[in-house]
């Protein structure tokens, strides 16, 4: 007789419908834990106004660490958000990964790209925002703040703070905005001539720059100031934060 595994293989999801907003909060179960002030997070919220979603959302006080609850861990163990936790018990815990499978669920109107070149851009200019601008300006922040002593990254295991990486994060900052601001003169858009995901990375990185070097960086760069402008002024955005 063959042995029986002790425990059943995880289901797989065989649900490839597509709804539209109402109906897939009526639909799909789904819990988003977010925290208002951190720019990861608020990526992911933009991405849920944008798509006109609501989803049952759960605030995570950071500063009070209540992200580090055993309860929580046990749900991400990186001790972060955002998290997207699903009807079945799946976990999602990266912002483009969230943003990937909500667009796949629900996916009008389009922000990670309508074929294979937009969607490679989107994706292009998600990785080179992340490296080249966020994690500048997070080692600025992580790095010189004493609000993070011994929490110079994040997670449950503290790391002391190098202040030197600081002052290497504000050029790394400056070299992302330069970059981003004459990308922006040649095309409306970050990743093509409309509206995507990477735009509301880009904004999200702008408003985190803002409060961790101390000073706004489209403020000399008339591009970048245009399109902040054009961003901020989507009825979206305004609504989510």
């Not at 002593?149 to 503290?158: C, E, I, M, S, T």
Request: a neutral charge; one cysteine or more; charged letters at 25%.
């Amino acid at each position: 007789m063959a042995l029986q595994p002790e425990t059943a293989p995880p289901a797989v999801c065989t649900d490839r419908r597509v709804y539209t907003g109402a109906e897939f909060s009526k639909e799909i179960g789904m819990r988003y834990y977010d925290y208002r002030n951190a720019p990861s997070p608020r990526k992911v919220r933009l991405f849920i106004a944008e798509k006109g979603l609501e989803i049952p959302t759960e605030q995570v006080d950071l500063r009070s660490r209540e992200q580090l609850r055993p309860d929580f861990l046990a749900k991400n163990p990186s001790g972060g958000v955002p998290l997207l936790e699903l009807d079945d018990g799946t976990c999602l815990s990266e912002s483009l990964a969230i943003c990937h499978y909500l667009e796949q669920r629900h996916p009008q109107p389009n922000l990670m790209g309508l074929d294979a070149r937009e969607q490679a851009l989107v994706l292009m200019w998600n990785d080179i925002q992340t490296y080249e601008g966020y994690l500048g300006i997070q080692e600025v922040l992580r790095n010189g703040h004493e609000a993070f002593k011994d929490r110079a990254l994040g997670g449950p295991v503290p790391y002391a703070q190098i202040p030197a990486l600081a002052e290497r994060g504000r050029k790394r900052a400056e070299a992302y905005f330069d970059r981003l601001d004459a990308r922006l003169e040649a095309s409306p858009f970050v990743a093509s001539a409309r509206f995507t995901y990477a735009d509301i990375v880009g904004y999200v990185y702008l408003g985190f720059a803002v409060r961790s070097l101390g000073h706004d960086p489209a403020a000399e760069r008339p591009a970048l100031k245009r399109w902040s402008e054009t961003v901020a002024a989507r009825p979206a955005i305004k609504a989510a934060g």
